[in-house]
T-cell receptor, first 117, second 119 residues
Framework: AQKVTQAQTEISVVEKEDVTLDCVYETRDTTYYLFWYKQPPSGELVFLIR??????QNEISGRYSWNFQKSTSSFNFTITASQVVDSAVYFCALSEFIYQAGTALIFGKGTTLSVSS | KAGVTQTPRYLIKTRGQQVTLSCSPI?????VSWYQQTPGQGLQFLFE???????NKGNFPGRFSGRQFSNSRSEMNVSTLELGDSALYLC??????????????????FGPGTRLTVL
């Protein structure tokens, strides 16, 4: 069965610290997609990144970076030099490759990040 | 481009009533998915509609239903409300085709949600 685990429930850091959010997933399929979303207090889920299972190249986008490792079924997310505006709940999600079928995201429980000044 | 819109943003109902929530996807997107978010269960998939057809369904009772119109707007309905239905209901929009026509490769873009409180 598909499953996404975010073991860290809450993380508190001080501004300018680096922080890594962990995500471990389980799936039977060899083709799948992984996502990270951010949910600020307003409630809307904001898309951050999508990765497919064949692309293990790590990515950096500004202060954000992602480390995808199939060998450990992990898709971790790092914020460098955190800022107060980064305070939000971060969700990791998994979508399996289902030809001509609908899409359903399986979400982890989320990690609440609090950045203080 | 306008994002996903959901109405109403807040709703208070009493047990036994029914409720209808509305979602307008991003222009050009043909797939609409619905998710329920509660503190206990987290984010759970309800169903997905594409071209007015339900294409995928999560594990929710029949009290939860939905539909999609020809303009891709979608509604979800919850009948005979229970206290446990209190939640944030999120709608997500995607093109519906994804890479090489595979919908599961799509990125879903979410609306602000409708917060339903059942008293």
């Amino acid at each position: 069965a598909q499953k996404v685990t975010q073991a860290q429930t809450e993380i508190s850091v001080v501004e300018k610290e680096d922080v890594t959010l962990d995500c471990v997933y389980e799936t039977r399929d060899t083709t799948y997609y992984l996502f990270w979303y951010k949910q600020p207090p307003s409630g809307e889920l904001v898309f951050l990144i999508r990765r497919n299972s064949f692309d293990e190249q790590n990515e950096i986008s500004g202060r954000y970076s992602w480390n995808f490792q199939k060998s450990t079924s992990s898709f971790n997310f790092t914020i460098t030099a955190s800022q107060v505006v980064d305070s939000a709940v971060y969700f990791c999600a998994l979508s399996e490759f289902i030809y001509q079928a609908g899409t359903a995201l399986i979400f982890g429980k989320g990690t609440t990040l609090s950045v203080s000044s | 481009k306008a994002g996903v819109t959901q109405t109403p943003r807040y709703l208070i109902k009493t047990r036994g009533q029914q409720v209808t929530l509305s979602c307008s996807p991003i222009s050009g997107h043909r797939s609409v998915s619905w998710y329920q978010q509660t503190p206990g269960q987290g984010l759970q998939f309800l169903f997905e509609y594409f071209s007015e057809t339900q294409r995928n369904k999560g594990n929710f009772p029949g009290r939860f239903s939905g539909r999609q119109f020809s303009n891709s707007r979608s509604e979800m309905n919850v009948s005979t409300l229970e206290l446990g239905d209190s939640a944030l209901y999120l709608c997500a929009s995607s093109s519906g085709r994804g890479l090489a026509g595979i919908s599961s490769t799509d990125t879903q873009y979410f609306g602000p949600g409708t917060r339903l409180t059942v008293l």
